[in-house]
């Protein structure tokens, strides 16, 4: 007899072999189109969603940030205004001396004008929280633009409330900053610029708002621009007495 095979019957031949037929690999039942037509517009609608709520808080956040700051300083620097630009140069150095009020924290007392940045905004009295969110504001130990001695110090925010010294970088030696008072209008000339450290110590060892012997000013700010990590000086001479 022919040895015979026993085709996918899984026996042992008589050639010693086993044959077996493939079989189709099992897979799960396709999903109809429009299901997943379906699923595919859920996914969509939920990422637009994430993107719209991220823009939302990211918009929320630069809100309180910039937008809510900036309200707070137009109103004050409108007040503050108001209030001081009437009085401005009806009043002598001299009177000044003999002038026995005391200036609070966020009082107006100098209105200081930048040309090279287009700068006009009222000072007030402190760099307390409260007062720089009002405008630049006079170091409380330094001397006032009026007296014919010592430095005048100021500091200003770079980047919120209003960002006074947003552009304080730009200023060059030559470049003319006025004060206008009640007690007088005063011209200074820059000298210099300068980084330092948050200390506010200088690379002679001297602090920045170390008191001079003649009428000097510096402005003080963060640098660079969204970071507290250096302190931008500008120092400058009065001109013209």
């Not at 966020?106 to 007030?124: E, F, H, M, N, T």
């Not at 969110?133 to 100021?154: F, L, M, N, S």
């Not at 960002?163 to 000298?191: K, M, N």
Request: positive net charge; glycine residues 10%.
């Amino acid at each position: 007899m022919r040895p015979s095979t026993v085709a996918g019957s899984g026996r042992p031949c008589q050639t010693g072999g086993v044959r077996t037929e493939a079989r189709p690999a099992e897979t799960a039942a396709p999903r109809p189109p429009g299901r997943r037509r379906t699923v595919r517009r859920i996914l969509r609608a939920l990422g637009v969603l994430c993107i719209l709520g991220a823009l939302a808080i990211s918009a929320g956040l630069a809100w309180q940030l910039w937008g809510t700051g900036l309200v707070v300083t137009r109103r004050a620097q409108a007040d503050l205004r108001a209030r001081l630009e009437p009085r401005i140069g009806t009043r002598t150095p001299a009177e000044a001396g003999r002038d026995r009020r005391v200036h609070v924290p966020g009082q107006g007392i100098a209105i200081l004008r930048i040309p090279r940045i287009d700068l006009d905004v009222v000072v007030v009295e402190g760099t307390d929280a409260a007062s720089l969110a009002k405008g630049p504001g006079h170091y409380p130990d330094t001397a006032y633009p009026w007296q014919d001695h010592g430095r005048v110090g100021i500091a200003g925010h770079r980047t919120t409330y209003g960002a006074p010294f947003w552009s304080l970088d730009r200023l060059r030696p030559g470049d003319r900053i006025v004060l206008a008072t009640e007690y007088g209008t005063f011209t200074y000339r820059v000298v210099r610029t300068a980084i330092t450290p948050p200390s506010g110590i200088l690379p002679n060892g001297r602090f920045v708002l170390d008191q001079t012997r003649d009428p000097t000013l510096v402005l003080t700010t963060c640098n660079p621009r969204f970071s507290a990590a250096q302190r931008l000086i500008v120092f400058a001479e009065r001109v013209g007495d």
